[in-house]
């Protein structure tokens, strides 16, 4: 009762006075969690009708009686500092390592060792994958005709990066294939592009972990010269929006079929990647905000 303000109290004296009935404090048996030590409550005296104060109290309320919700960060630097405005004794962070749907979630009102807590009012902040990433996913182990991969290499190029030594070493040891270098790529691309109505003669695994594909019409190449095809090519690009980039192997397989190629690009283990940047911006949330983390989700529903 010590937070209704005089405009409250005088509303609940009128109700009391209209029904006949008397304004009463029931006590409550001491250590049950979340209730308070005593409940007041409208008593009639002739019917002994009981009537909460709740429904009748809550229009008066200046301000919610808890904190509820989810604020969604657009940016790992909002998250933490939301955390660091709304964060208490108890509050966590949870993090979603999911490789297709990263995301943190900031517990503010969370279970403590000792007691309950509504776990109603959260901080969650979902990764944003950036374009270029998105891209890449949504070709990942997908067949392509000749004309489409083409194009996709053609609309992509700034993605591509060179090898160094040690790359081109362990990837093709790890692959046994052959790692193209960005203009071997777009070599290919453009090479396709000019035999996308031509069938192929005949495709060869090199010795030199290339691939050599023949086409049936002669020297429909820009260089007059059969396609050579590395296994591998490496990409450079920011899985996150305006996050630090990373560098990804990409199987390149095609699969020959009357005379039709169709291409396919796989990453390799797109997962660890994700998964290591989430787990190391926890880790930065974590250290900024004093908060326990874990890796998971929190047991009960959002608000």
Same mark, same amino acid.
């Given at each position: ?100 749907? $990263? ?188 908060? $326990? ?11």
């Amino acid at each position: 009762m010590e937070t209704l303000d005089k405009g409250a109290v005088e509303a609940v004296a009128a109700l009391a006075r209209c029904t006949g009935s008397q304004m009463v404090s029931v006590s409550l048996p001491e250590k049950i969690n979340g209730l308070p030590s005593f409940v007041p409550v409208l008593v009639h005296p002739e019917t002994g009708k009981v009537t909460g104060l709740y429904d009748q109290l809550a229009p008066w309320r200046t301000r919610p009686e808890r904190k509820t919700g989810t604020a969604r960060a657009e940016t790992l630097e909002s998250f933490i500092e939301l955390v660091e405005l709304h964060k208490l004794g108890n509050s966590v962070i949870f993090a979603e390592t999911d490789w297709t749907k $990263p995301a943190m979630t900031a517990v503010i009102d969370y279970h403590n060792a000792d007691s309950p807590d509504n776990g109603k009012h959260r901080i969650h902040y979902k990764f944003p994958l950036s374009e270029e990433w998105k891209a890449w996913l949504a070709i990942d182990g997908k067949s392509m005709n000749q004309a489409i991969f083409a194009e996709f290499i053609e609309d992509h190029i700034a993605d591509l990066s060179s090898p160094d030594m040690a790359e081109s070493e362990d990837y093709e040891k790890m692959f046994g294939a052959k790692v193209g270098f960005p203009n071997d790529i777009v070599q290919l691309s453009r090479g396709l592009q000019i035999n996308a109505e031509t069938r192929v003669k005949q495709a060869v695994k090199l010795q030199s972990g290339e691939s050599q594909i023949m086409f049936e019409e002669d020297h429909k190449t820009a260089g007059g010269e059969p396609l050579m095809v590395p296994g591998v090519f490496v990409l450079q690009i920011a899985p996150f929006f305006m996050g630090e980039t990373t560098r990804i192997p990409v199987r390149l397989r095609y699969r020959l079929r009357e005379g039709a190629l169709t291409w396919i690009c796989q990453l390799y283990r797109p997962d660890r990647y994700i998964t290591e940047q989430v787990r190391t911006d926890l880790e930065t949330a974590a250290d900024k905000t004093g908060l $326990p983390k874990f890796e998971g989700s929190p047991e009960m529903t959002g608000a």
